[in-house]
T-cell receptor, first 115, second 113 residues
Framework: DQQVKQNSPSLSVQEGRISILNCDYT??????FLWYKKYPAEGPTFLIS?????DKNEDGRFTVFLNKSAKHLSLHIVPSQPGDSAVYFCAASSISSGSARQLTFGSGTQLTVLP | DSGVTQTPKHLITATGQRVTLRCSPR?????VYWYQQSLDQGLQFLIQYYNGEERAKGNILERFSAQQFPDLHSELNLSSLELGDSALYFC????????????FGPGTRLLVL
Protein backbone atom coordinates (compact mmCIF):
# COMPACT_ATOMS: atom_id res chain seq x y z
CA ASP A 1 0.00 0.00 0.00
CA GLN A 2 1.86 3.06 -1.30
CA GLN A 3 0.94 6.02 0.86
CA VAL A 4 3.05 8.44 -1.19
CA LYS A 5 3.04 8.15 -4.98
CA GLN A 6 5.06 9.83 -7.67
CA ASN A 7 3.42 8.58 -10.84
CA SER A 8 5.95 9.98 -13.30
CA PRO A 9 9.24 8.05 -13.21
CA SER A 10 10.85 10.61 -15.49
CA LEU A 11 10.47 14.14 -16.84
CA SER A 12 12.46 16.05 -19.46
CA VAL A 13 12.39 19.82 -19.65
CA GLN A 14 14.22 22.42 -21.71
CA GLU A 15 16.64 24.70 -19.87
CA GLY A 16 14.93 27.92 -18.79
CA ARG A 17 11.45 26.42 -18.78
CA ILE A 18 9.37 25.34 -15.79
CA SER A 19 9.71 21.84 -14.29
CA ILE A 20 6.66 20.53 -12.43
CA LEU A 21 7.04 17.39 -10.35
CA ASN A 22 3.93 15.84 -8.83
CA CYS A 23 3.19 13.78 -5.76
CA ASP A 24 0.00 12.25 -4.36
CA TYR A 25 -0.63 10.89 -0.88
CA THR A 26 -3.37 8.95 0.85
CA UNK A 27 -2.80 9.38 4.58
CA UNK A 28 -4.52 12.39 6.16
CA UNK A 29 -2.21 12.15 9.18
CA UNK A 30 0.76 13.53 7.23
CA UNK A 31 1.43 17.03 8.58
CA UNK A 32 4.57 18.05 6.70
CA PHE A 33 5.76 17.33 3.20
CA LEU A 34 9.38 17.47 2.09
CA TRP A 35 11.18 17.30 -1.22
CA TYR A 36 14.62 15.76 -1.55
CA LYS A 37 17.00 15.86 -4.49
CA LYS A 38 19.39 13.01 -5.25
CA TYR A 39 22.37 13.00 -7.57
CA PRO A 40 23.97 9.70 -8.64
CA ALA A 41 26.38 8.22 -6.08
CA GLU A 42 25.16 10.64 -3.39
CA GLY A 43 22.55 10.51 -0.66
CA PRO A 44 19.30 12.48 -0.92
CA THR A 45 19.57 16.12 0.15
CA PHE A 46 16.74 18.14 1.65
CA LEU A 47 15.39 20.78 -0.73
CA ILE A 48 12.18 22.39 0.54
CA SER A 49 9.20 21.58 2.73
CA UNK A 50 5.62 22.67 3.39
CA UNK A 51 3.36 22.39 6.37
CA UNK A 52 -0.08 20.87 5.88
CA UNK A 53 -1.64 24.15 7.05
CA UNK A 54 -0.08 26.08 4.18
CA ASP A 55 -0.76 25.88 0.45
CA LYS A 56 2.48 27.34 -0.87
CA ASN A 57 6.10 27.68 0.13
CA GLU A 58 8.75 29.37 -1.96
CA ASP A 59 12.54 29.27 -1.79
CA GLY A 60 14.33 30.92 -4.68
CA ARG A 61 13.64 29.01 -7.87
CA PHE A 62 11.76 26.29 -5.98
CA THR A 63 8.08 26.48 -4.98
CA VAL A 64 6.00 23.73 -3.45
CA PHE A 65 2.21 23.80 -3.71
CA LEU A 66 -0.11 21.74 -1.55
CA ASN A 67 -3.73 20.92 -2.39
CA LYS A 68 -4.92 19.26 0.79
CA SER A 69 -8.41 18.44 -0.47
CA ALA A 70 -6.93 16.60 -3.45
CA LYS A 71 -4.09 15.14 -1.36
CA HIS A 72 -1.70 16.40 -4.00
CA LEU A 73 1.49 18.41 -3.94
CA SER A 74 3.80 19.66 -6.63
CA LEU A 75 7.29 21.09 -6.86
CA HIS A 76 7.87 23.85 -9.40
CA ILE A 77 11.36 24.76 -10.53
CA VAL A 78 11.62 28.03 -12.47
CA PRO A 79 13.76 28.51 -14.44
CA SER A 80 15.11 24.99 -14.79
CA GLN A 81 18.87 24.60 -15.10
CA PRO A 82 20.97 21.63 -16.27
CA GLY A 83 22.33 21.30 -12.71
CA ASP A 84 18.78 20.53 -11.55
CA SER A 85 18.97 17.17 -13.36
CA ALA A 86 18.55 14.64 -10.54
CA VAL A 87 16.05 12.29 -8.96
CA TYR A 88 13.47 14.13 -6.85
CA PHE A 89 11.78 12.36 -3.97
CA CYS A 90 8.59 13.50 -2.31
CA ALA A 91 8.37 12.59 1.38
CA ALA A 92 5.53 12.89 3.87
CA SER A 93 6.10 13.28 7.59
CA SER A 94 3.96 11.87 10.38
CA ILE A 95 4.24 10.75 13.96
CA SER A 96 4.02 6.99 14.21
CA SER A 97 3.46 4.82 17.25
CA GLY A 98 5.89 5.51 20.06
CA SER A 99 6.01 9.22 19.16
CA ALA A 100 8.62 8.56 16.48
CA ARG A 101 8.44 11.01 13.59
CA GLN A 102 8.95 9.25 10.27
CA LEU A 103 9.20 10.05 6.61
CA THR A 104 7.39 8.03 3.96
CA PHE A 105 9.01 8.42 0.55
CA GLY A 106 7.65 8.26 -2.96
CA SER A 107 9.48 6.28 -5.63
CA GLY A 108 11.11 9.36 -7.16
CA THR A 109 11.04 11.22 -10.47
CA GLN A 110 14.14 11.54 -12.64
CA LEU A 111 14.29 15.12 -13.93
CA THR A 112 16.47 15.81 -16.95
CA VAL A 113 16.99 19.43 -17.94
CA LEU A 114 18.16 19.68 -21.53
CA PRO A 115 20.57 22.49 -22.47
CA ASP B 1 28.23 17.40 2.70
CA SER B 2 25.38 16.42 5.05
CA GLY B 3 27.69 15.57 7.95
CA VAL B 4 26.49 11.96 7.97
CA THR B 5 29.21 9.44 7.13
CA GLN B 6 28.79 5.85 6.01
CA THR B 7 31.35 3.12 5.51
CA PRO B 8 32.15 1.28 3.39
CA LYS B 9 31.07 2.98 0.14
CA HIS B 10 30.98 -0.30 -1.74
CA LEU B 11 30.73 -3.90 -0.61
CA ILE B 12 30.82 -7.04 -2.74
CA THR B 13 30.09 -10.34 -1.07
CA ALA B 14 28.63 -13.77 -1.71
CA THR B 15 25.27 -15.30 -0.90
CA GLY B 16 25.03 -16.65 2.62
CA GLN B 17 27.57 -14.21 4.00
CA ARG B 18 27.17 -11.57 6.70
CA VAL B 19 28.14 -7.90 6.44
CA THR B 20 28.10 -4.86 8.71
CA LEU B 21 27.39 -1.34 7.50
CA ARG B 22 28.42 1.59 9.65
CA CYS B 23 26.96 5.07 10.05
CA SER B 24 28.04 8.13 12.01
CA PRO B 25 25.29 10.74 12.43
CA ARG B 26 25.64 14.52 12.30
CA UNK B 27 27.00 16.08 15.44
CA UNK B 28 24.18 16.44 17.96
CA UNK B 29 21.66 14.24 16.15
CA UNK B 30 20.23 11.54 18.39
CA UNK B 31 18.10 9.75 15.79
CA VAL B 32 19.49 7.40 13.16
CA TYR B 33 17.43 5.84 10.39
CA TRP B 34 18.30 3.08 7.94
CA TYR B 35 16.80 2.82 4.45
CA GLN B 36 17.14 0.38 1.58
CA GLN B 37 16.91 1.48 -2.04
CA SER B 38 16.70 -1.36 -4.54
CA LEU B 39 17.00 -0.83 -8.29
CA ASP B 40 14.50 1.79 -9.52
CA GLN B 41 12.68 1.71 -6.20
CA GLY B 42 12.02 4.36 -3.63
CA LEU B 43 13.54 4.54 -0.20
CA GLN B 44 12.21 1.75 2.00
CA PHE B 45 12.42 2.52 5.71
CA LEU B 46 14.06 -0.25 7.69
CA ILE B 47 14.55 0.87 11.28
CA GLN B 48 15.06 3.91 13.54
CA TYR B 49 17.14 4.31 16.67
CA TYR B 50 16.95 7.20 19.10
CA ASN B 51 19.74 7.70 21.63
CA GLY B 52 20.61 4.03 21.68
CA GLU B 53 17.08 2.64 21.77
CA GLU B 54 15.08 1.14 18.92
CA ARG B 55 12.22 3.52 18.22
CA ALA B 56 10.45 2.35 15.07
CA LYS B 57 10.61 -0.58 12.72
CA GLY B 58 9.70 -0.64 9.06
CA ASN B 59 10.06 -3.38 6.48
CA ILE B 60 13.16 -4.90 8.01
CA LEU B 61 13.79 -8.60 7.43
CA GLU B 62 14.51 -10.87 10.37
CA ARG B 63 17.94 -11.56 8.83
CA PHE B 64 18.76 -7.87 9.33
CA SER B 65 19.48 -6.19 12.64
CA ALA B 66 20.80 -2.86 13.81
CA GLN B 67 22.06 -1.14 16.89
CA GLN B 68 23.10 2.31 18.03
CA PHE B 69 26.08 2.65 20.32
CA PRO B 70 26.68 5.11 23.21
CA ASP B 71 28.69 7.38 20.89
CA LEU B 72 25.54 7.42 18.67
CA HIS B 73 27.08 5.71 15.68
CA SER B 74 24.97 2.90 14.29
CA GLU B 75 25.58 -0.41 12.57
CA LEU B 76 23.28 -2.37 10.28
CA ASN B 77 24.00 -6.09 10.20
CA LEU B 78 22.83 -8.12 7.21
CA SER B 79 23.15 -11.90 7.46
CA SER B 80 22.43 -14.96 5.30
CA LEU B 81 22.64 -12.63 2.34
CA GLU B 82 20.60 -13.32 -0.78
CA LEU B 83 20.94 -11.95 -4.30
CA GLY B 84 17.87 -9.77 -3.69
CA ASP B 85 19.63 -7.95 -0.86
CA SER B 86 21.78 -6.15 -3.41
CA ALA B 87 20.85 -2.51 -3.00
CA LEU B 88 21.91 0.91 -1.80
CA TYR B 89 21.68 1.25 1.95
CA PHE B 90 21.32 4.77 3.32
CA CYS B 91 21.67 6.02 6.82
CA UNK B 92 20.05 9.30 7.86
CA UNK B 93 20.11 11.28 11.07
CA UNK B 94 17.92 13.99 12.53
CA UNK B 95 17.45 16.28 15.48
CA UNK B 96 13.75 15.49 15.23
CA UNK B 97 12.61 19.00 14.30
CA UNK B 98 8.88 19.52 13.86
CA UNK B 99 9.08 18.60 10.15
CA UNK B 100 11.04 15.42 10.73
CA UNK B 101 13.86 16.53 8.41
CA UNK B 102 16.42 13.80 7.92
CA UNK B 103 19.95 14.25 6.60
CA PHE B 104 21.34 11.41 4.55
CA GLY B 105 24.75 9.88 4.22
CA PRO B 106 26.23 8.96 0.83
CA GLY B 107 25.10 5.36 1.11
CA THR B 108 26.71 1.93 0.93
CA ARG B 109 26.27 0.01 -2.32
CA LEU B 110 25.98 -3.71 -1.55
CA LEU B 111 26.36 -6.27 -4.29
CA VAL B 112 25.62 -9.90 -3.43
CA LEU B 113 26.97 -12.38 -5.98
Amino acid sequence: DQQVKQNSPSLSVQEGRISILNCDYTNSMFDYFLWYKKYPAEGPTFLISISSIKDKNEDGRFTVFLNKSAKHLSLHIVPSQPGDSAVYFCAASSISSGSARQLTFGSGTQLTVLP
Amino acid sequence: DSGVTQTPKHLITATGQRVTLRCSPRSGDLSVYWYQQSLDQGLQFLIQYYNGEERAKGNILERFSAQQFPDLHSELNLSSLELGDSALYFCASSKEDRRGTQYFGPGTRLLVL
